[in-house]
């Protein structure tokens, strides 16, 4: 077999001359970023790579330019290959080591002058790739100096050798397909090529090869202890390790000299206060800096501590990603995502799946997060064939394994913000996961091992689940249940270890739904320490029709054989970066700043994991009927140390002349911080605190209706079809409507029912989620939501108003509801009273009960007084407020990847829609107020369309005033809508008034 294959199936973790895994550290020794133009050629397999592309003299003007670091299939190239996107399975036959011969092949070539001086005498150079997909065979000069593996990960190769003063080349071969494949198959696009830098370092002689500086900071006393480690030469000493900012300095010796530093008080480092001191390590020969943060991470029983706290974990996962440059790592772009996260509350991040690039942990040290660091390990496509020739239990990795994880922890192990290392993600158990955790408790001993798949906890120490029920979540704290596995009695075992869920509440398409229900666990069950969020960003690449239309491409949109379509785009925030309405509800229900408001009282209680609210300034503003009538700033002691509480009294709100009074309490940033200007929102409250009873009685009918020519009917300003009952005009603006409606365009958690439902549970017979039955959409669609036909059962012209009675029942369907509208004219206001009673027989949950308006096209601005300023759902309503909002009717829907249900907002009181002019009011009935959406396109049209360039023209703005809607759920993965929040089939009331603005 040809040299190339045997490197394509090889199970070896990299050959050459492999430099030792060490620190990622700032030096002042030279080095040579090679990012840049390189010469590309592309070959869709590689018996089909240029021959001798590495030789010196090799011709390559007949290459093409790329510039590093990049994907090559992202440089719209369409002869360079193409994305692919699957989550679990594998995109190739499963035949450990073997890929396939359809192999695309990268060859980089770079010519480049090595300054003078730049190797040190008596010192070497090192090549180092920060990440390369997957396989890379590097040579210098024409001459062969390794085999880099490991795509995620960084390797140095010692090039001293090979390096020649002057003019150099370098030659990388990089194939898309390797044996390392079957560990990287993560849950994201395939996308190869040299996507971090390539570098050339300059080693002086007797340099500081590697430093660990454990900081421990000890809680009791509040003092620092700095614990060197330091890689060197006997010759690289004496050296110095210095803390400027603490005036503390020490000169060693001699390797055998270094011990440990007491560095006296020091501030510690946590996410909500994180503490850094520059570091300078120096000898004669070099200087390496590092930033410490002074922190102790331990386990005490199931408690995970830090400085001996408890940690509170509200956090997501968080994969690199860019709509444009896929993996290619953007310090800006990272920091912006890192300062929207402190913006909405999220204190940690899950490096999903495998390490970042180093710089994001340098940021996540500096803004505060609490870091599970991952290695690069993902192996799910085995559990097809019940996980049998896994790689984590098969000794022909073991070296691999064992290489990766000593890889990622060396590059990571300085940072503050990591706490935890993870072994990688759903990979399957055995000895070589096993190996792999002993080695990192060898290597540190303070920090936790993670890894989920060892949900018997056999080699780590955190229990950790992913989405989990809450049932499941009580159960495995009281160390009670019965384990999915059937392993009686595991959970027994478990419950005296710390919890928590590496991920929860599937953030695809609209949802999820259910937060506050986790926030609750999280604060009462006490082994778990809360949860990451599936995902941060959605991964949809930016890509156009051939008809000019930019879109955001998920699986399936570069004609893969296999993939797993938008399964890729469930983040928090869109693929560039727009935040969905879950982020805001996320910020409000993790906000570790509780407020409780009454109206002349507020609990404040401070959740933080340090530090008290000096930071924070606390508004009171008061509203009637949503509109403002004052705003002020409580005087409030600070609330500290964290986990104190405080109560304030609050000053008398006014008593409206009319209407609802609302107090909204703020708790904002007094001064500007590294992550938010001042006044930002950490968290806030509101009550009704007053409602004048309205005087209007239940006046008799002014206007009696009239019928008209042509079959019309006229009740005031409003027409209606004499045939139908269906309002026509209004106030000669074209209307029609209302139809009963309980249909919604599914959400991909509508869609989605891998998962166990709650619906149709016996409540005795489970405690938690059933067995997975249909998904809400397709039960929905077997009960013909979507398909129901309209009887007029009656239209009656009274002489108090026009009463009109309608059928609504699907094709080979005994089930209907009845929908009784009675329209009249009261003081000059159309008033409709509107009523569905469903017959008997509805099983299941039904998306929305709501009457359905078409409005002309083309509608602008809109304001309504109701909740906002997002859309609110029954389980995802904690960061909607009470209060008067505008915004374009195009704006109130959002552009998720995939097109679907979304803008319902509830509580509505007002309306307006100054285009028409129209003005809606809709009131209490039986304490309930119904909810608006106003969208350009159907629930069918949605539902029809696969990406919103699908959409058609609009042909009408469709209104929806809904007096219930079904919850969100987590379903795509993860719990459906729980019981609580469930629509089910009811009957349902409106009472709407349309008057003139
Ligand atoms: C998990 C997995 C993630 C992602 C998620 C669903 O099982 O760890 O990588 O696939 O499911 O989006």
């Not at 036959?93 to 396939?100: C, G, S």
């Not at 799910?380 to 990766?404: E, Y």
């Amino acid at each position: 077999m040809c040299i190339v294959y045997q490197e394509i199936r090889s199970f070896s973790p990299g050959s050459g001359d492999r430099v030792r895994p060490r620190g990622h550290i700032a030096t002042d020794a030279a080095s040579m970023d090679l990012s840049g133009t390189w010469r590309f050629r592309y070959s869709a397999r590689p018996d089909l790579a240029p021959e001798g592309a590495s030789d010196v003299d090799h011709d390559d003007a007949d290459w093409d330019d790329i510039v590093l670091p990049c994907h090559w299939v992202l440089q719209g190239r369409d002869d360079w290959g193409r994305p692919a996107y699957t989550n679990v399975q594998y995109p190739f036959p499963v035949e450990v080591p073997d890929v396939p011969d359809e192999n695309p092949t990268g060859d980089h070539r770079l010519t480049f002058e090595l300054p003078e001086g730049f190797v040190p005498d008596g010192g070497r150079v090192f090549l180092r790739f920060g990440g390369v997909e997957s396989l890379c065979i590097a040579s210098l000069n024409g001459i062969r100096v390794g085999v880099v593996r490991g795509s995620r990960l960084a390797q140095e190769l010692d090039v001293t050798a090979q390096l020649q003063p002057g003019t150099n080349v370098m030659h990388l071969r990089v194939h898309q397909w390797s044996a390392h494949s079957y560990l990287e198959d993560q849950d994201q696009w395939w996308l190869p090529g040299v996507f971090r830098e390539v570098e050339l370092l300059a080693r002086p002689a007797a340099g500081i090869d590697d430093v660990w500086l454990r900081a421990d900071f000890d809680p009791e006393t509040g003092e620092g202890l700095l614990i060197p480690e330091l890689v060197a030469d006997a010759a690289a000493f004496p050296i110095t390790v210095a803390l400027p900012g603490l005036g503390v300095a020490a000169t060693y010796a001699s390797p055998e000299e270094v011990e440990a530093l007491p560095v006296g008080e020091v501030d510690p480092w946590s996410a909500d206060r994180p503490t850094l001191y520059e570091a300078e390590v120096t000898n004669a020969a070099e200087t390496r800096t590092l930033r410490v943060g002074f922190r102790r991470v331990e386990i005490v029983g199931h408690e995970w501590l830090v400085n001996g706290t408890k940690l509170r974990i509200r956090g997501v996962n968080r994969h690199e990603f860019d709509p444009d440059h896929g993996r290619v790592f953007d310090r800006e772009k990272a920091r912006e995502g890192l300062l929207l996260m402190k913006q909405h509350n999220i204190n940690a991040v899950r490096t999903a799946h495998y390490p970042p690039h180093p710089e994001f942990l340098e940021l996540t040290d500096e803004l505060g997060f609490w870091v599970i660091d991952e290695c690069d390990l993902e192996t799910h496509g085995f559990v097809f064939d019940d996980w049998q020739s896994n790689p984590t239990d098969d000794v022909r990795w073991r070296d691999a394994l064992l290489d990766r994880v000593e890889r990622f922890f060396e590059r990571d192990k300085n940072h503050a913000s990591v706490i935890c290392w993870s072994l990688g993600n759903e990979a399957g158990t055995g000895s070589n996961s096993a190996a792999m955790a002993a080695w990192l408790n060898r290597r540190d001993p303070e920090r936790p091992v993670h890894y989920e798949p060892d949900h018997d906890g056999t080699h780590t120490d955190l229990v950790s689940r992913m989405y989990a029920t809450v049932e499941e979540m009580a159960d495995m704290s009281q160390g009670t249940g019965a384990p999915e596995e059937g392993a009686p009695g595991r959970n027994a075992v478990l419950a005296g270890r710390p919890m928590i869920l590496c991920e929860y509440a599937h953030a695809m398409g609209n949802g999820a739904g259910g937060l506050s229900v986790y926030e609750e666990a999280f604060d009462t069950l006490p082994q778990w320490h809360g949860g990451f969020v599936w995902e941060w960003r959605d991964h949809g690449l930016r890509h156009t029709t051939s008809g000019g239309q930019e879109f955001n491409a998920y699986g399936g949109d570069f004609g893969e054989q296999v993939h797993d379509g938008s399964f890729v785009c469930d983040g928090m925030v869109l693929s560039d970066g727009t935040p969905t309405p879950m982020l805001a509800e996320f910020a409000a229900v993790a906000s570790p700043i509780k407020l409780d408001v009454w109206e002349n009282a507020m609990l404040v209680e401070n959740r933080r994991h340090d530090g008290d609210t000096t930071d924070l300034r606390f508004v009171v503003v008061d509203e009637h009927d949503g509109r403002v009538v004052s705003e002020v700033e409580v005087d409030l002691l600070p609330v500290g140390p964290a986990g104190d509480s405080g109560i304030v009294e609050l000053p008398d709100a006014a008593q409206p002349e009319a209407g609802q009074a609302w107090r909204t309490v703020r708790a904002e940033l007094a001064r500007d911080t590294a992550w938010a200007k001042r006044g930002h929102v950490v968290a806030f409250a509101q009550v009704q605190t007053h409602t004048v009873v309205e005087s209007r009685t239940a006046k008799p009918a002014g206007e009696a209706p009239a019928i008209g020519g042509s079959g019309r009917i006229t009740l005031g300003p409003a027409v209606f079809d004499a045939r139908t009952g269906d309002l026509t005009s209004l106030r000669e603006v074209a209307l029609e409507g209302p139809r009963l409606d309980l249909w919604r365009a599914p959400t991909e958690n509508d869609v989605l029912g891998d998962f166990p439902s709650y619906v149709d549970v016996e409540p005795a017979a489970s405690r938690g989620a059933g067995a997975p039955g249909p998904s809400s959409a397709d039960q929905w669609r077997e009960a013909g939501l979507d398909r129901l036909q309209r009887r007029v059962l009656a239209v009656d012209v009274r002489q108090d108003g026009v009463r009109v009675l309608h059928r609504f029942a699907p094709a080979a369907s005994q089930q209907s509801v009845l929908l009784e509208l009675f329209w009249q004219m009261r003081d000059g206001e159309l008033v409709l009273s509107a009523d569905a009673q469903p017959s008997r027989g509805w099983k299941g949950t039904w998306p929305r009960i709501g009457l359905h308006f078409l409005l002309p096209t083309g509608l602008g601005h809109v304001e309504w007084f109701g909740t906002g300023p997002n859309e609110s759902y029954p389980d995802s309503k904690q960061a909607a407020v009470v209060g008067r909002f505008g915004g374009d009717v195009e704006d109130l829907v959002v552009n998720y990847a995939v097109p679907q249900e979304s803008g319902h907002r509830g509580g509505l009181r007002e309306l307006s829609l100054p285009d028409l002019p129209l003005l809606l009011r809709a009131d209490e009935v039986n304490g309930e107020r119904p909810g608006f959406q106003l969208r350009a396109h159907s629930a069918h049209e949605v539902a029809a369309a696969a990406h919103p360039h699908e959409l058609p023209t609009s042909t009408a703005t469709h209104l929806l005033i809904d007096a219930a809607v079904h919850g969100l759920g987590s379903r795509s993965c993860g719990p459906d809508v729980r019981p609580e929040y469930q629509l089910r089939p009811r009957a349902a009331q409106w009472s709407l008034r349309f008057t003139a603005e």
